[in-house]
Protein backbone atom coordinates (compact mmCIF):
# COMPACT_ATOMS: atom_id res chain seq x y z
CA UNK A 1 0.00 0.00 0.00
CA UNK A 2 1.51 3.90 -0.47
CA UNK A 3 1.90 6.73 1.60
CA UNK A 4 -1.11 7.79 -0.14
CA UNK A 5 -3.26 4.97 -0.21
CA UNK A 6 -2.79 4.66 3.39
CA UNK A 7 -3.59 7.91 3.97
CA UNK A 8 -6.93 7.91 2.29
CA UNK A 9 -7.92 4.99 4.15
CA UNK A 10 -7.15 6.86 7.30
CA UNK A 11 -10.20 9.41 6.35
CA UNK A 12 -10.00 12.85 4.76
CA UNK A 13 -7.06 15.32 5.72
CA UNK A 14 -9.70 18.08 5.13
CA UNK A 15 -13.41 18.83 4.35
CA UNK A 16 -14.85 22.05 2.97
CA UNK A 17 -18.40 22.26 3.43
CA UNK A 18 -20.66 23.64 0.65
CA UNK A 19 -24.20 24.51 -0.44
CA UNK A 20 -24.81 24.62 -4.15
CA UNK A 21 -28.17 24.36 -6.04
CA UNK A 22 -29.74 24.03 -3.07
CA UNK A 23 -27.16 20.74 -2.05
CA UNK A 24 -24.99 20.31 0.93
CA UNK A 25 -22.13 19.02 -0.11
CA UNK A 26 -18.63 17.74 2.01
CA UNK A 27 -15.42 17.72 0.03
CA UNK A 28 -13.74 15.01 1.33
CA UNK A 29 -10.01 16.08 0.69
CA UNK A 30 -7.21 13.17 1.10
CA UNK A 31 -3.72 12.07 -0.44
CA UNK A 32 -0.52 12.73 1.71
CA UNK A 33 -1.04 15.78 4.08
CA UNK A 34 1.05 18.25 2.49
CA UNK A 35 -0.45 17.89 -1.24
CA UNK A 36 -3.78 17.92 0.94
CA UNK A 37 -3.48 21.47 2.51
CA UNK A 38 -2.50 22.83 -0.73
CA UNK A 39 -5.63 21.66 -2.37
CA UNK A 40 -7.47 22.49 0.77
CA UNK A 41 -6.36 26.63 0.40
CA UNK A 42 -6.96 26.06 -3.36
CA UNK A 43 -10.45 24.84 -2.72
CA UNK A 44 -11.55 27.16 -0.36
CA UNK A 45 -10.26 30.47 -2.18
CA UNK A 46 -12.08 29.55 -5.92
CA UNK A 47 -15.62 27.70 -3.41
CA UNK A 48 -16.15 30.77 -1.22
CA UNK A 49 -19.03 31.53 -2.62
CA UNK A 50 -20.60 28.21 -1.59
CA UNK A 51 -19.12 27.52 1.60
CA UNK A 52 -21.54 25.93 4.10
CA UNK A 53 -21.76 27.08 7.57
CA UNK A 54 -20.20 24.11 9.65
CA UNK A 55 -22.43 24.30 12.41
CA UNK A 56 -25.17 24.23 10.27
CA UNK A 57 -27.43 21.26 10.62
CA UNK A 58 -27.57 19.02 7.91
CA UNK A 59 -29.03 15.37 6.95
CA UNK A 60 -26.73 12.72 6.60
CA UNK A 61 -29.29 10.00 6.45
CA UNK A 62 -28.76 8.54 2.83
CA UNK A 63 -32.55 7.70 2.88
CA UNK A 64 -33.23 11.66 2.99
CA UNK A 65 -33.31 13.03 -0.16
CA UNK A 66 -31.93 16.24 1.13
CA UNK A 67 -28.84 14.17 2.73
CA UNK A 68 -24.99 15.46 2.40
CA UNK A 69 -23.50 14.20 -1.12
CA UNK A 70 -20.08 13.58 -0.83
CA UNK A 71 -17.49 14.24 -3.75
CA UNK A 72 -13.67 13.22 -2.66
CA UNK A 73 -10.77 14.44 -3.90
CA UNK A 74 -7.11 13.65 -3.60
CA UNK A 75 -3.33 15.65 -4.91
CA UNK A 76 -1.04 12.67 -5.86
CA UNK A 77 2.12 11.93 -7.42
CA UNK A 78 1.41 10.71 -11.69
CA UNK A 79 2.71 7.12 -10.52
CA UNK A 80 -0.44 6.99 -8.20
CA UNK A 81 -3.05 8.03 -10.21
CA UNK A 82 -4.67 6.19 -13.23
CA UNK A 83 -4.65 7.43 -16.69
CA UNK A 84 -6.28 10.80 -16.97
CA UNK A 85 -8.06 9.73 -19.87
CA UNK A 86 -10.15 7.12 -17.25
CA UNK A 87 -11.81 10.08 -15.60
CA UNK A 88 -15.32 10.65 -15.97
CA UNK A 89 -17.71 13.63 -14.47
CA UNK A 90 -19.61 11.79 -12.93
CA UNK A 91 -17.38 10.10 -10.45
CA UNK A 92 -17.55 11.30 -7.35
CA UNK A 93 -13.69 10.12 -6.43
CA UNK A 94 -10.93 12.65 -8.24
CA UNK A 95 -7.54 12.08 -8.26
CA UNK A 96 -4.58 13.96 -10.35
CA UNK A 97 -1.35 14.77 -10.18
CA UNK A 98 -2.06 18.35 -11.55
CA UNK A 99 -3.74 20.79 -9.22
CA UNK A 100 -5.57 22.61 -12.22
CA UNK A 101 -6.88 19.50 -14.02
CA UNK A 102 -7.54 18.53 -10.76
CA UNK A 103 -10.11 21.74 -9.88
CA UNK A 104 -11.38 21.71 -12.99
CA UNK A 105 -12.51 17.76 -12.58
CA UNK A 106 -13.24 18.87 -8.94
CA UNK A 107 -16.01 21.48 -10.25
CA UNK A 108 -17.45 19.52 -12.41
CA UNK A 109 -18.08 15.98 -10.27
CA UNK A 110 -19.81 18.73 -7.97
CA UNK A 111 -21.69 20.01 -11.06
CA UNK A 112 -22.95 16.67 -11.79
CA UNK A 113 -23.69 15.37 -8.15
CA UNK A 114 -25.74 18.37 -7.82
CA UNK A 115 -27.74 17.83 -10.83
CA UNK A 116 -28.19 14.48 -10.03
CA UNK A 117 -29.87 15.73 -6.62
CA UNK A 118 -32.00 18.01 -7.77
CA UNK A 119 -33.12 16.38 -10.57
CA UNK A 120 -37.19 16.40 -11.19
CA UNK A 121 -37.30 19.14 -8.93
CA UNK A 122 -36.10 22.02 -10.42
CA UNK A 123 -35.83 23.92 -13.88
CA UNK A 124 -32.31 23.22 -14.60
CA UNK A 125 -31.29 25.51 -17.54
CA UNK A 126 -27.29 25.63 -18.80
CA UNK A 127 -27.00 29.18 -18.59
CA UNK A 128 -24.80 32.30 -16.67
CA UNK A 129 -27.24 34.25 -14.60
CA UNK A 130 -26.62 37.63 -13.49
CA UNK A 131 -29.19 39.74 -10.45
CA UNK A 132 -29.86 42.88 -9.46
CA UNK A 133 -28.13 43.49 -6.09
CA UNK A 134 -31.36 44.61 -4.20
CA UNK A 135 -34.57 43.27 -6.09
CA UNK A 136 -32.96 39.68 -6.94
CA UNK A 137 -33.94 40.06 -10.63
CA UNK A 138 -32.23 38.32 -12.14
CA UNK A 139 -31.80 37.29 -16.25
CA UNK A 140 -30.22 33.55 -17.47
CA UNK A 141 -28.07 33.70 -20.67
CA UNK A 142 -28.56 30.20 -21.93
CA UNK A 143 -25.92 28.32 -24.19
CA UNK A 144 -24.24 25.62 -25.13
CA UNK A 145 -20.69 25.55 -23.35
CA UNK A 146 -17.78 27.34 -24.36
CA UNK A 147 -20.21 29.82 -26.18
CA UNK A 148 -19.57 32.90 -23.79
CA UNK A 149 -21.19 32.52 -20.68
CA UNK A 150 -17.97 32.44 -18.03
CA UNK A 151 -16.87 35.60 -20.26
CA UNK A 152 -20.75 37.40 -20.15
CA UNK A 153 -20.36 36.74 -16.46
CA UNK A 154 -16.36 38.05 -15.68
CA UNK A 155 -17.79 41.34 -18.14
CA UNK A 156 -20.82 42.42 -16.96
CA UNK A 157 -20.70 40.37 -13.46
CA UNK A 158 -18.83 43.08 -11.45
CA UNK A 159 -22.55 46.16 -11.73
CA UNK A 160 -24.56 43.59 -10.77
CA UNK A 161 -24.44 39.93 -8.72
CA UNK A 162 -23.05 36.48 -9.74
CA UNK A 163 -25.86 33.49 -9.27
CA UNK A 164 -24.19 31.10 -11.44
CA UNK A 165 -21.72 30.71 -14.85
CA UNK A 166 -23.14 26.84 -15.55
CA UNK A 167 -26.41 25.90 -14.15
CA UNK A 168 -29.77 28.22 -13.11
CA UNK A 169 -32.09 26.32 -11.14
CA UNK A 170 -35.45 27.49 -10.88
CA UNK A 171 -38.29 26.26 -8.56
CA UNK A 172 -41.90 26.67 -8.82
CA UNK A 173 -42.32 29.96 -7.73
CA UNK A 174 -40.19 31.77 -10.37
CA UNK A 175 -36.97 31.84 -7.38
CA UNK A 176 -33.38 30.81 -8.08
CA UNK A 177 -30.77 28.35 -6.30
CA UNK A 178 -27.66 30.15 -6.39
CA UNK A 179 -24.67 27.97 -7.96
CA UNK A 180 -21.99 30.73 -7.93
CA UNK A 181 -18.94 27.75 -8.16
CA UNK A 182 -15.56 28.90 -9.54
CA UNK A 183 -15.36 30.83 -13.34
CA UNK A 184 -14.03 27.77 -15.25
CA UNK A 185 -11.98 30.09 -17.86
CA UNK A 186 -10.29 29.23 -21.12
CA UNK A 187 -6.51 30.68 -21.20
CA UNK A 188 -4.49 30.64 -24.59
CA UNK A 189 -1.84 29.83 -22.47
CA UNK A 190 -3.02 26.60 -21.06
CA UNK A 191 -3.48 23.49 -23.32
CA UNK A 192 -6.54 21.28 -22.45
CA UNK A 193 -7.44 22.28 -18.77
CA UNK A 194 -9.67 25.65 -17.93
CA UNK A 195 -8.60 28.00 -14.90
CA UNK A 196 -11.14 27.67 -12.21
CA UNK A 197 -11.14 31.20 -10.89
CA UNK A 198 -12.63 32.55 -7.74
CA UNK A 199 -15.49 34.85 -8.33
CA UNK A 200 -14.09 37.25 -5.83
CA UNK A 201 -11.19 37.79 -7.50
CA UNK A 202 -12.99 38.83 -10.60
CA UNK A 203 -15.10 41.39 -8.46
CA UNK A 204 -18.26 38.71 -8.62
CA UNK A 205 -20.64 38.52 -5.56
CA UNK A 206 -23.28 36.50 -4.55
CA UNK A 207 -26.84 38.13 -4.33
CA UNK A 208 -27.75 39.23 -0.85
CA UNK A 209 -31.56 38.52 -1.51
CA UNK A 210 -32.81 35.95 -2.85
CA UNK A 211 -32.69 35.87 -6.85
CA UNK A 212 -35.92 35.08 -9.09
CA UNK A 213 -35.42 34.45 -12.81
CA UNK A 214 -36.99 37.62 -14.40
CA UNK A 215 -36.18 36.96 -18.01
CA UNK A 216 -34.36 34.67 -20.44
CA UNK A 217 -32.09 35.22 -23.57
CA UNK A 218 -30.44 32.93 -25.59
CA UNK A 219 -27.15 33.31 -26.75
CA UNK A 220 -25.50 33.25 -29.89
CA UNK A 221 -22.12 34.51 -29.92
CA UNK A 222 -20.87 35.70 -33.63
CA UNK A 223 -16.95 37.22 -33.84
CA UNK A 224 -17.58 38.63 -37.49
CA UNK A 225 -21.04 40.00 -35.64
CA UNK A 226 -20.81 43.72 -36.32
CA UNK A 227 -22.70 46.51 -35.01
CA UNK A 228 -25.14 46.22 -31.82
CA UNK A 229 -26.44 42.90 -30.60
CA UNK A 230 -29.41 41.62 -33.05
CA UNK A 231 -32.45 40.62 -31.03
CA UNK A 232 -35.22 38.19 -32.17
CA UNK A 233 -38.44 37.48 -30.21
CA UNK A 234 -39.18 34.00 -29.95
CA UNK A 235 -42.72 32.81 -29.43
CA UNK A 236 -43.41 29.98 -26.82
CA UNK A 237 -42.97 26.87 -29.34
CA UNK A 238 -39.64 28.52 -30.67
CA UNK A 239 -38.37 29.27 -27.00
CA UNK A 240 -39.31 25.38 -25.70
CA UNK A 241 -37.40 23.72 -28.38
CA UNK A 242 -34.28 26.25 -28.43
CA UNK A 243 -33.95 25.69 -24.31
CA UNK A 244 -34.81 21.89 -24.26
CA UNK A 245 -31.78 20.63 -25.17
CA UNK A 246 -29.97 23.21 -23.18
CA UNK A 247 -31.49 21.90 -19.98
CA UNK A 248 -30.83 18.91 -17.22
CA UNK A 249 -33.49 16.34 -16.30
CA UNK A 250 -35.73 18.02 -18.04
CA UNK A 251 -38.14 15.18 -18.66
CA UNK A 252 -37.95 14.11 -15.07
CA UNK A 253 -39.89 17.22 -13.64
CA UNK A 254 -43.63 17.28 -13.62
CA UNK A 255 -45.41 18.62 -16.47
CA UNK A 256 -41.99 20.36 -17.72
CA UNK A 257 -43.26 21.55 -21.29
CA UNK A 258 -46.15 23.31 -18.89
CA UNK A 259 -43.69 24.44 -16.34
CA UNK A 260 -41.45 25.59 -19.28
CA UNK A 261 -44.31 27.78 -21.33
CA UNK A 262 -45.13 28.92 -17.85
CA UNK A 263 -42.00 30.21 -17.25
CA UNK A 264 -42.00 31.98 -20.31
CA UNK A 265 -45.09 34.01 -20.50
CA UNK A 266 -44.71 35.10 -16.90
CA UNK A 267 -40.98 36.41 -17.77
CA UNK A 268 -42.16 37.93 -21.23
CA UNK A 269 -40.91 35.30 -23.50
CA UNK A 270 -37.37 34.16 -24.20
CA UNK A 271 -35.17 36.51 -27.13
CA UNK A 272 -32.50 34.87 -29.36
CA UNK A 273 -29.43 37.97 -29.29
CA UNK A 274 -26.52 37.72 -31.81
CA UNK A 275 -23.40 39.51 -31.06
CA UNK A 276 -20.04 39.64 -30.71
CA UNK A 277 -18.89 41.27 -27.57
CA UNK A 278 -20.32 40.39 -24.13
CA UNK A 279 -19.85 44.03 -23.20
CA UNK A 280 -22.33 44.98 -25.92
CA UNK A 281 -24.96 43.03 -23.64
CA UNK A 282 -25.15 45.04 -20.70
CA UNK A 283 -28.13 47.44 -21.72
CA UNK A 284 -30.06 44.17 -22.37
CA UNK A 285 -28.84 42.64 -18.72
CA UNK A 286 -29.73 46.07 -17.25
CA UNK A 287 -33.05 45.98 -18.63
CA UNK A 288 -34.20 42.30 -17.02
CA UNK A 289 -32.76 42.77 -14.21
CA UNK A 290 -34.61 46.35 -13.43
CA UNK A 291 -37.94 44.54 -14.27
CA UNK A 292 -40.62 43.96 -11.40
CA UNK A 293 -41.65 40.17 -10.42
CA UNK A 294 -44.25 38.56 -12.18
CA UNK A 295 -44.35 35.77 -9.23
Not at 79 to 102: F, H, I, K, N, P
Not at 110 to 126: D, K, N, P, Q, Y
Not at 178 to 191: F, H, M, Q
Not at 217 to 235: A, F, M, N, S, Y
Request: net charge negative; hydrophobic share 40%; with cysteine.
Amino acid sequence: MTTADAQRDQGPVAVVPLHVLGTDVDLRLGGVEEDARTLEEAVRERWHLCLRDPDRAVSRDPDDPDHVRVVEAALMSDDQVESSSAWDRGETDVRDSDLRRLLQRLTQSVTFSVIGARSGELLMLHAAALAHPETGAAAAFVAPGNTGKTTLCRTLGPALTYVSDETLGVRRDGTITPYPKPLSTRRPDWVGVKDEQAPGELGLRSPAVEPWLAGIVLLRRETEHEGPPQIEELDTLDAVMALTPESSAFMKTEGPLRWLADVLERTGGARAVEYAEAADLAPLAEEICGRGSPW
